[in-house]
């Protein structure tokens, strides 16, 4: 998470010798890439997302069940922890939400959580999906949406977009409210994309049953991303498409795959790393490999739908590829790239890297031994 001062911050989850998740810590790094005073923070607590508002990071965590709040099996606590720059943390008030399994969640400008229920949908069901809320005071009311709903993406102005798939149709619609609190003023299109499949009664294997979210630029640009559709689509403020849109993949986007080798138990299905939106309009792609004997690829993508100059930037590692994807207010492209080594080992390096492709540096945060 960058700031417009050229500092980052970064949030790691930390995991017991077993694999489960332990707590969480994060990490403030200058405009140079050194560890900035009173950084890492511990959190306790499993780390579910966060975002920062000015120069405060604000994560949403999982903590233990309170039993004086009436939480039982099915119910699930979290708090929303505040980080200031000098690095001293400010708890909120633990909010009990029933546990349904796969909420997706995400923090908006205003600081706070919302989450989304996804509603399932069959080949001959739509799905209905809803939204909840929780604040520094706890939970608040939610909010119903037709369709399988993505998570949300924020824009500046505390408005939301989502897109909501129709899987037996194989279309969607995108939509966005400017104040979600209230759920109004909200306006959508349907769109020719496919952004989910329908939930079938088989088990094993990957299938995306729920779209990914919507990313949102700072000129207002709305990008959409599927597993099911090999296309990308941006779309203006007036939800239509771009001009030389959509773009069509070379390669399929890359899909992160943190941990041992060994905790990839059948279903793990992790979703493609979210593509990023520059101040300029660039869009940015993380992709997969294409040869056995490279890496996987970052790639930029002008507002006019074509591959900018200098781009893309290669890993020459085989099977290295970027995990991590956010861009900064000035442009700047922050990504991690995973490396694999012997005996199950890894690197993981923090890169800076200028709009035209020039990498300003490296720091390498995790090494073997």
Request: proline share 9%; charged share 15%.
């Amino acid at each position: 998470m960058p700031l417009n001062d050229g500092s980052v911050r970064m949030v790691c989850r930390l995991r017991t010798a077993l694999g489960a998740l332990e707590s969480t810590r994060a990490f403030g790094f200058d405009a140079r890439g050194r560890p900035l005073p009173g950084w890492p923070v511990d959190v306790d607590g499993g780390y579910v997302t966060g975002r920062l508002s000015g120069d405060t990071l604000h994560l949403l965590v999982t903590v233990p069940i309170d039993p004086q709040s009436g939480g039982g099996d099915a119910t699930t606590a979290y708090v929303l922890v505040s980080i200031d720059a000098g690095g001293a943390t400010a708890p909120g008030r633990t909010a009990a939400v029933a546990a349904e399994g796969n909420e997706l969640w995400g923090i908006g400008p205003d600081g706070v959580a919302y989450g989304v229920l996804p509603g399932v949908a069959s080949v001959d069901m739509k799905g209905a999906s809803r939204i909840t809320r929780i604040t520094a005071e706890g939970r608040g009311a939610g909010i119903p949406v037709d369709g399988v709903a993505s998570a949300l993406a924020f824009d500046p102005a505390g408005g939301f977009v989502l897109l909501s798939a129709y899987p037996r149709d194989r279309n969607s619609r995108v939509i966005r409210m400017t104040r979600p609190a209230l759920d109004v003023s909200a306006r959508s299109a349907p769109l020719p994309f496919a952004a989910a499949d329908p939930q079938s009664g088989d088990t094993g294997g990957c299938t995306s049953t729920v779209p990914a979210p919507p990313q949102i630029g700072a000129d207002d640009t709305i990008l959409l991303y599927s597993d099911v559709d090999d296309r990308v689509l941006a779309l203006d403020s007036s939800l239509k498409p771009a001009v030389g849109w959509p773009f069509e993949l070379p390669a399929a986007l890359v899909h992160p795959r943190p941990g041992p080798e060994s905790e990839h138990e059948a279903g793990y299905c992790p979703g493609p790393l979210a593509p990023q939106v520059g101040p300029d309009g660039t869009v940015y792609l993380a992709l997969e490999t294409h040869t056995s004997s490279l890496g996987g690829s970052l790639v930029g993508i002008g507002s006019d739908g074509r591959v900018r100059a200098g781009w893309p930037v290669q890993l020459t590692q085989a099977s290295a590829e970027f995990w991590s994807l956010v861009v900064g207010a000035n442009g700047t492209v922050y990504t991690v790239a995973y490396e694999p080594s012997a005996g199950g080992r890894s690197t993981a390096t923090l890169l800076a890297i200028a709009p035209d492709s020039t990498i300003l540096y490296r720091t390498t945060i995790v090494a073997p031994g």
